[in-house]
C-alpha cells in the first residue's frame, strides 16, 4: 500500500458517507437514536456536501500535493482523530451509541493509522 492509495481510500469512504447524509438522513439519526426536525435534514445536508468536498480533496491531494503529501497524510490522520474525539465526547454525553459509534471510531482509527504510518514512511 502507499499513501496515495490511502487518500484514494479516504476520499471514496468520505465521500460516500457525505452522499448517505444527503439522501439518507433518516437512517443517520435512526441509529443514533435520534429524532430528527427540518434544521436537522437541513444540518445532515450541510454536512453531506462539507464531507463530499473533504473527499474531494483527499481524492486530489495524491494529483497536487507533491513533495508535501507526507505532511497532507499527518493532517488527515489529524483529521481522523477529531473525528474519533467528537463521537467519544457523543458518547460520553449520551447523544451517540452503540453500533454505529463504535463503527464509525474504528473506522476513524483504521484511516488515521494508515495515514499515520504511511507518512512516515513517505518522510
Known sequence: MT???WF??????????GLSAILMPDMWFTMAGLEASNAAYAAA????IS???LGLI??????IAGDAISDYGKLFGIIHC???LLALYQMFI????GGPAYFNIASSLVLAA???YYSRDSD
Open 8 to 17: 484514494r481510500i479516504n476520499g471514496v469512504w468520505v465521500a460516500l458517507n
Open 51 to 53: 464531507v463530499i468536498s
Open 114 to 116: 494508515g495515514f499515520f
Open 3 to 5: 499513501l496515495g492509495l
Open 94 to 97: 449520551g447523544l451517540f451509541s
Open 82 to 84: 477529531l473525528f474519533i
Open 45 to 48: 445536508g450541510g454536512l453531506g
Open 58 to 63: 483527499s481524492w486530489r491531494t495524491v494529483d
